[in-house]
């Protein structure tokens, strides 16, 4: 599913227009990108949670050219899933 799948599965279920649907949407990844830019965390019980992760510089290499290439520090967005949806997709196979 992606962002409009979401939109448009919020709107049939709570029978919302898209217009309010998109603004609800983007109301919900708007707080969710504020806080991991505050460096916070987001749990979602039930379903996981996401921080932010800080990498160190380290040197790398170029696949292409096998040069040596320093790779700058970094943090990135880490999402690690909860307990419940690890056994219900379990469930699944």
């Known amino acids: 599913m992606n962002k409009s799948g979401l939109i448009e599965a919020l709107s049939k279920k709570e029978n919302l227009t898209k217009k309010k649907a998109i603004d609800v949407v983007n109301l ?23 921080v932010v992760r800080k990498y160190q510089a380290y040197t790398g290499r170029n696949p292409k050219t096998g040069r040596n290439i320093e790779v700058a520090p970094k943090s990135l967005p880490f999402f690690k899933v909860g307990k419940e949806l690890k056994e219900r997709v379990d469930k699944m196979e």
């Not at 990844?29 to 996401?50: A, H, M, P, W």
């Open 28 to 50: 919900i990844f708007k707080g969710f990108n504020d806080e991991l830019k505050k460096g916070g965390r987001i749990e979602i019980r039930g379903f996981g949670s996401f």
